[in-house]
């Protein structure tokens, strides 16, 4: 399937419902001329041509979606030519001012952020998620996308990452964290909800949440090595019980002197969840009881346009996101 996408189509991901209600711009124009997106948490898949033609039904991912994808194909190829052309490339007037809020801020690092499922073996050490972790209603296909990676960003203004380097750097002494990065990184990264809910866990935490700090652990005229540590206590009320998540954090950090610039940026947060995820509904799905979760971060070095997509966390009010207080 991936190959017939590559070959066959342009792929286009977008926000169902801020294209079809919220933005007023010749993008979002073309998604309600074509009423090809729902407006639901689970999302939908459908095949449009250039011209403004919906070409399929609007569906749900799942089973069949090769044969969906090939009834597209084949609705495009019955179109006439002209139509199957792809139209004028130029501008069709600006961008709606809110979905200018939420491209990459000049100067800003970006991080992947991967969330991932994880159980226990019968010695207590960790696996990867496997079916019989989950809800017993969950089925084998859930299941195992239950247990993948789920993926975000995360982005840390300019000033924020300068401010991670110390100005004289020494082997072995602590420098403190800008409160910032450590109020982002709580209430929006380290949420067990992502990849299963369109919802945010801990966006109220307090600095208080966790402690973070930061040593500087080798120092030459070539680059700067520091080690990031420290730990959250991440809770809110919730609708069937308290939501928890306490992991340890630990990353290694390289800035490169001569470029200015992080060359590494690992981080990874280890720790048990309960009460989580939750789905749309605020409804704890599809895990009951505590388990561990593991929440990965990487440096993206040279961000591709599909690697400056903004974070869930700067979905709703990105000024909150880069600006926490």
Not at 44 to 65: D, I, N, Q, Y
Not at 109 to 126: C, P, S, T, Y
């Amino acid at each position: 399937m991936v190959a017939l996408l590559r070959e066959k189509f342009v792929c286009v991901a977008v926000d169902a419902r801020r294209e079809s209600g919220q933005f007023q711009d010749a993008d979002a124009e073309f998604i309600r001329a074509t009423d090809c997106v729902t407006k639901t948490a689970a999302g939908s898949v459908c095949v449009v041509s250039a011209g403004g033609k919906r070409l399929t039904s609007v569906g749900g991912p799942g089973e069949g979606m090769i044969r969906f994808l090939n009834a597209g194909l084949k609705a495009w190829s019955e179109l006439p030519e002209a139509d199957r052309k792809a139209g004028p490339s130029e501008a069709s007037g600006p961008a709606d001012p809110k979905r200018a809020a939420l491209e990459l801020p000049p100067g800003a690092l970006v991080l992947r952020v991967f969330n991932r499922q994880l159980g226990r073996d019968e010695k207590g050490e960790l696996r990867y998620a496997l079916p019989e972790d989950f809800i017993p209603k969950t089925s084998p296909k859930q299941a195992e996308r239950y247990a993948e990676a789920h993926n975000d960003f995360m982005w840390i203004p300019e000033a924020e990452w300068k401010a991670l380097v110390p100005a004289e750097p020494r082997k072995g002494e602590a420098h403190p964290v800008p409160a910032s990065f450590a109020l982002r990184l709580f209430r929006f990264h380290l949420d067990p909800c992502r990849g299963f809910s369109e919802g945010a866990a801990f966006t109220r935490s307090k600095a208080d949440a966790g402690r973070l700090s930061l040593t500087v652990q080798e120092a030459d005229p070539a680059k700067v090595s520091l080690r990031l540590e420290g730990s959250a206590s991440l809770r809110e009320n919730g609708r069937e019980e308290p939501s928890v998540y306490e992991p340890a954090l630990l990353g290694f950090l390289e800035f490169d002197l001569a470029r200015k610039a992080f060359i590494r940026f690992d981080l990874v947060a280890l720790g048990t969840a309960s009460g989580l995820p939750r789905d749309a509904n605020g409804v704890v799905t599809p895990r009951k009881g505590p388990y561990p979760l593991g929440i990965a971060f990487e440096l993206v070095p040279d961000p591709a346009p599909a690697e400056r997509l903004h974070p869930r966390g700067a979905r709703d009010n990105p000024a909150a996101y880069l600006d926490p207080r």
